[in-house]
C-alpha cells in the first residue's frame, strides 16, 4: 500500500513539473560524486542514491558509486559533457557549489545547459567551525582575529578559491564589516573532510562547510560549532546559535541534488526526476536527512532547472560585487 501511494504521489508531482510520466528502466547505474570521500557531493551518492533508491525508487540492482575530485567538480562536469553525454546509466551528484562554480567560470566554457537538472531533495545549511582546543570561543572571536590578522587566521574548506565555501564565509565576513575581503587567507581542499581535519589538528583557525560535513566528528567531540548559516536553528546541531542570532545577517544553504548527462532521452529523464521524487518524499529519507542535518527542500524537473538558473545569476552578481571569478 504504501509503495502505491508513493507512486500516485510521484505520478501527480511530475505532471505538475511538466514530466511525462513515461518512463524508461533504471538498473545497475553508477552515481558519480565529484569529490573524494567524506565530504557533500559523495554523502548526495551514497544515501539517498546508492542506499534508497533500489528501495523506494524501484532502480534494480546495486547503485555504484564514484568519486572523481579535481577542479571542485569541474573535472566530473567536463568527464561528464564531453565523455558520457549519452550515458543512460549516469547520475551525478550536486550542490549549491555546483552552481556557484559555473556562475564563476570555474568550469571554463561549460554551462547549466550542458546537463539536464534533475532534482533536489535537501538543503545543507552552511556552518562556521573550530576544533574542540580552539581559542575562538564564538563567530565574533573568530571575526576579532580575521578583522586583526586576516593572513594569521586561516580558513578552511570543501571548495576551491571563489567556491561556495569561500563565498559563505566572505559573506559573514562582509555582514562583520570587513572590507577588504581578498585578505582573507582561504585555503582549499577537495573535500571537506580533509579540511576539517586541519581545525582538529590546530593548523587552520576555522572550517567552513555544510552541517551535513560536521556531525560525525561533533559528536566526537573533535569540533565546536560556532554558528549555523540557517534562517532557525538546526536540530542534529544541538544548541548552535544561528549567524542571526548572533548580528551576522547570512543565510546559506548548500542545496543537495543531482543532474544527469544532456543527451539522455525524455524517458530516462523522467525516470531519474521520479527516482529522485520517490527518495524526497520517502519515510527513509526524512529520517536520515533530519539525522544528517538536512533541511527540507524540493525541486524537480523543469522547477528545478530554473532555480538552478536563478542562483547561477545570483551568485554571479555576489561574486561580481566580491570581486571573485572570472
Known amino acids: 500500500m504504501k509503495k502505491v501511494l508513493l507512486s500516485l504521489i510521484v505520478t501527480i508531482a511530475l505532471s505538475l513539473v511538466g514530466i511525462n510520466p513515461a518512463m524508461a528502466h533504471l538498473k545497475n ?15 548526495t551518492c551514497r544515501v539517498p542514491a546508492a542506499q534508497l533508491m533500489p528501495k523506494v525508487a524501484g532502480v534494480e540492482g546495486s547503485i555504484k558509486v564514484v568519486n572523481m575530485s579535481g577542479s571542485g567538480g569541474g573535472k566530473a562536469f ?21 552552481a556557484t562554480r559555473l556562475a564563476q567560470k570555474v568550469y571554463g566554457d561549460y554551462s547549466a545547459n550542458d546537463v539536464k537538472w534533475v ?85 587552520a583557525a576555522a572550517f567552513t562547510g555544510d552541517t551535513s ?15 549555523v548559516l540557517s534562517t ?29 548527462p544532456a543527451g539522455i532521452s525524455d524517458a530516462t529523464y ?10 524526497a518524499y520517502s519515510d527513509e529519507w526524512t529520517t536520515l536527512r533530519e539525522k544528517n542535518g538536512l533541511a527540507e527542500f524540493t525541486s524537480f524537473g523543469k522547477d528545478f ?3 538552478v538558473t536563478g542562483q547561477i545569476k545570483a551568485v554571479a552578481e555576489i561574486s561580481k560585487e566580491l570581486g571573485i571569478g572570472k
Open 270 to 279: 523522467a525516470s531519474w526526476v521520479a527516482a529522485v521524487m520517490a527518495v
Open 119 to 203: 532534482g533536489a531533495l535537501g538543503m545543507d545549511y552552511g556552518v562556521v567551525v573550530v576544533g574542540k582546543d580552539s581559542p575562538y570561543k564564538t563567530l565574533d572571536d573568530l571575526i576579532s582575529a580575521l578583522k586583526k590578522k586576516p593572513r594569521r587566521t586561516p580558513i578552511v574548506g570543501g571548495s576551491s578559491a571563489g567556491g561556495w565555501d569561500h563565498v559563505k564565509m566572505l559573506l559573514v565576513a562582509k555582514a562583520a564589516g570587513i572590507t577588504n575581503l581578498k585578505k582573507i587567507n582561504y585555503i582549499a581542499f577537495d573535500n571537506g573532510g580533509k579540511a576539517l581535519l586541519e581545525v582538529i589538528s590546530g593548523r
Open 213 to 227: 560535513e560536521v556531525l560525525g566528528q561533533l559528536e566526537a567531540g573533535k569540533v565546536r560549532v560556532l554558528a
Open 305 to 307: 532547472d530554473n532555480f
Open 232 to 260: 532557525k536553528r538546526v536540530a542534529a546541531l544541538g544548541n548552535t546559535p544561528t549567524a542571526q542570532e548572533l548580528g551576522y545577517d547570512v543565510i546559506g544553504g548548500n542545496w543537495r541534488a543531482f543532474y544527469a
Open 78 to 98: 567536463a568527464h561528464v559533457v564531453s565523455k558520457r553525454n549519452n550515458d543512460e546509466k549516469l547520475l551525478v551528484a550536486a550542490s549549491a557549489a555546483t
Open 29 to 43: 547505474v553508477e552515481c558519480l560524486a565529484p569529490a573524494g570521500a567524506g565530504g557533500g557531493w559523495d554523502f
